[in-house]
């Protein structure tokens, strides 16, 4: 190929590079002007999720991570935007929780075991310590879930460690039935009484 050829063809991966990288970034300036909407916490997390597809497209064109790791990254990236925008449009707040965004071969990563995503209820507390905000596809399902801080997570112990001395005073014999009862009269074995709650 003759200099000039090569010239050309030089000028014309240039032109289409810069192409490129000004349509990324005309795409990431619409972006952040769409993000003036929320307060400062909201925009710093939209922000902090931009920077993470940016380092993960980065990785991926040094061939540094295979096509199925760049794919289930930018999805959990795109899931999470999608939380976080719903979190703050519903509440309105300048407030955003720790989020985490797993799909369902994933979910031994937060609990152990993994429970059944079937069992799953929006709003419901996992293990004191993650609450399930809900199933987002972003290509692929994920399940999110916002983690308690470390108050909630004190008070819910609480409170289960103090219905649990209910529990077990309610499922016990009534021990002075029993014992003042003459010995021929005593039932073979005791059963629990019921409780019945209102």
Known sequence: MSRRG?????CLALAAFACIASAGSAWAQ?????????GPVVQTYLG????????VDDRASRHEVSPAYYRRNSNRIRALRQMALRIARETRNDFIPELYAVTRDELGTLFDPPPQPATFRVGEVVDNTF????????????????????YEQAELMQKQQAQQPAAAAA????????DNAP???RPATTRPRRVHIP
């Open 6 to 10: 090569e010239k050309f063809f030089r």
């Open 30 to 38: 619409s972006e952040r002007a769409g993000d003036a909407e929320f």
């Open 171 to 178: 499922s016990a014999p009534d021990a002075a039935t029993t």
């Open 131 to 150: 609450r399930y905000l809900g199933l987002v596809r972003a290509s692929e399902s994920f399940y999110l879930f916002e983690r308690l801080d470390i």
């Open 48 to 55: 902090y999720l931009r920077a993470e597809q940016e380092v």
């Open 183 to 185: 010995r021929g009269n």
